[in-house]
Nanobody
Framework: QVQFVESGGGLIQPGGSLRLSCAAS????????MGWYRQAPGKQRELVAR???????NYVDSVKGRFTISGDNAKNTVSLEMNNLKPEDTAVYYC????????WGRGTQVTVSS
């Protein structure tokens, strides 16, 4: 069983930046496409960014040009650089494979507010 631990969230003003990090207990990044997901209050969890084993990336339209996903196979981590944050980015952020194969971690809360 793979476990994910997300970190790096916090309270940030609109226009600010955060860098999220995800660590996995197993050597999962070498074998699967990885994704960053988020769930805002009252909304379904959505995939916002993904990175393939080959390093190709995709983003949901609402974060294109602002978020960057990257992976480090040696360290077994996947990161999400978030710039120009907006209040609508407020959510709990999670990482998992794409498609989802493992139990969700606790996530990390991102709150964008002035």
């Amino acid at each position: 069983q793979v476990q994910f631990v997300e970190s790096g969230g916090g309270l940030i003003q609109p226009g600010g930046s955060l860098r999220l990090s995800c660590a996995a207990s197993g050597n999962v990044f070498k074998f699967y496409t990885m994704g960053w997901y988020r769930q805002a209050p009252g909304k379904q969890r959505e995939l916002v960014a993904r990175i393939t084993r080959g390093g190709s990336t995709n983003y949901v339209d609402s974060v294109k040009g602002r978020f960057t996903i990257s992976g480090d196979n040696a360290k077994n981590t996947v990161s999400l650089e978030m710039n120009n944050l907006k209040p609508e980015d407020t959510a709990v952020y999670y990482c998992n494979t794409d498609p989802v194969l493992w139990v969700w971690g606790r996530g990390t809360q991102v709150t964008v507010s002035s």
